[in-house]
């Protein structure tokens, strides 16, 4: 049985199946890349450009900081990093 790591968002894990995938987010399996992470409607994808902070893109799309760091599994931001800023 496959778990969700939050509610909100679920990372393919190598080797788990199509199938799994499918039967876990109830979404046909051609929309899930592995190692993606697949954010819901609550939440905007784009990528981190120079010189932006958690600080100045929260401050960009009024969320708060650790809202944005949260989102993002306090991971390290960097040029052309994918990450999620939760509406």
């Not at 992470?37 to 600080?55: G, L, M, Q, T, W």
């Not at 708060?64 to 052309?80: G, I, M, Q, V």
Request: no cysteine.
């Amino acid at each position: 049985m496959l778990e969700l790591e939050r509610p909100d968002f679920y990372r393919v894990k190598s080797g788990q199946t199509a199938e799994d995938v499918e039967n876990t987010l109830q979404i046909p399996a051609e929309e899930v890349f592995a190692g993606e992470i697949i954010a819901d409607a609550n939440y905007i994808v784009r990528f981190v450009k120079p010189f932006e902070s958690y600080s100045s893109i929260a401050a960009d799309y009024g969320v708060e900081e650790e809202a944005l760091k949260a989102a993002n599994f306090k991971r390290t931001l960097y040029p052309s990093r994918k990450i999620f800023i939760p509406m």
